[in-house]
């Protein structure tokens, strides 16, 4: 939520809580021993040395994961491995599932991903370090779109600390967002005190309206849904670094590629953390075209995808802010952070693209579109 580190939400992994899972899952050998904690507030996860190697343990609460839902980033995950694309196994249970319940919990363990865990330590929504860097992430998030066509599960429905294109694709995005509300109370009890129809209808809908009429033309595939510098490894610390595996599938949804596309633009092209702090977010235009150009040396964009990018930009945080609201706001209950998601999040980033900065990425998009041949 900021540059400064904060106290994670969930209490950290333990060394003997980790060796009892594992044990579950058929590897009980050597004591289990936590050698890194993720920092991320959201969730409590650690690489885990057992039986002389490594594997990585991810701990939810019922409230924000359930073992049906993790299911469906599994299913993915055996999915783009089998097309070929690296994401790390995930290990099964003796009976062929994939998740050990305990109590609230519910525990989900990988294979160690291929290459060097780069960004480990680098903030979200802070940018790529090289253009090559972004230019090779376009073209494996290329890949991973390509694999991912053939993925035939449906939509995942709104929860918790999800993605998904559910309001910005409806027909009536104002009254799909009250029924969202409705089906979630913790969401809904935090919108019926916000003038949110009010907000909604200045910053949102103008860009969905320019939007809808492109939709019949983009598809739909299953997206990663977070496709930023820390969600990828790397094949050396050097600045113009392959990417050797896509890791943390957990807001994967069924969308569109010109969706996900925009999602990685927005996580890693705009300063977000700087507006925050003065008002500012400057938009990185050379990691944009590096992105892109990365992306369509795999998989050219049609007319219609390469339209929709500056459409989508303002509105494609939608439904995942509105998950992070509920998750503060009747999670964890962190009325500060629900107010920040909401605001900062919601708001902040819509009106943001309103602004001479956002303009000038929205711009560039734009000619970046017009100037260039369009394939079916």
Not at 4 to 23: C, F, N
Not at 129 to 137: D, E, G, K, L
Not at 294 to 308: P, Q, S
Request: aromatic content about 8%.
């Amino acid at each position: 939520m900021g540059r400064d580190l904060v106290v994670p939400d969930w209490p950290p992994l333990t060394s003997e809580e980790a060796g009892a899972v594992l044990a579950r899952y058929g590897r009980p050998g050597s004591p289990a021993a936590v050698r890194w904690r993720s920092p991320r507030p959201m969730s409590a996860a650690a690489l885990v040395g057992c039986g002389g190697g490594q594997v990585f343990v991810k701990r939810h609460h019922t409230l924000v994961r359930t073992a049906a839902q993790l299911s469906a980033e599994h299913a993915l995950t055996d999915h783009l491995r089998a097309a070929g694309v690296a994401v790390p196994a995930v290990l099964r249970l003796p009976d062929g599932g994939s998740t050990v319940a305990s109590g609230d919990y519910v525990y989900e363990v990988h294979a160690l991903a291929g290459g060097i865990d780069l960004y480990r330590d680098v903030l979200s929504w802070e940018p790529f370090t090289s253009a090559q860097h972004a230019r090779a992430a376009g073209a494996a998030l290329a890949r991973f779109h390509l694999a991912s066509a053939t993925f035939g599960l449906p939509e995942r429905p709104p929860a918790v600390l999800t993605n998904s294109c559910a309001v910005s694709t409806a027909p009536d995005p104002l009254g799909e967002l009250a029924r969202l509300a409705a089906q979630r109370p913790g969401l809904a009890s935090y919108l019926d005190k916000r003038a949110w129809r009010d907000d909604f209808t200045r910053y949102h809908l103008p860009a969905i309206g320019r939007l809808a009429p492109l939709l019949p033309g983009l598809g739909r595939l299953w997206g990663h849904g977070d496709w930023h510098p820390s969600n990828l490894t790397w094949t050396s610390a050097s600045p113009d670094a392959g990417v050797a595996a896509v890791i943390d599938l957990g807001l994967s949804n069924r969308t569109f590629a010109a969706h996900d596309l925009a999602v990685a633009i927005e996580r890693s092209a705009v300063s977000w953390l700087d507006l925050a702090e003065n008002g500012r977010a400057h938009p990185d235009l050379p990691a944009v075209d590096a992105l892109l150009d990365g992306y369509e040396g795999v998989r050219r964009l049609t007319g219609a995808e390469l339209a929709a990018l500056p459409l989508l930009l303002p509105v494609v945080h939608i439904e995942y802010a509105l998950s992070e609201v509920e998750y503060f706001a009747s999670v964890v209950r962190s009325p500060g952070n629900a107010d920040l998601a909401y605001h900062g999040y919601l708001v902040g980033h819509a009106r943001w693209f309103g602004t001479p900065d956002g303009q000038a990425l929205l711009s560039h998009l734009q000619r970046r579109a017009d100037r260039q041949p369009a394939v079916p």
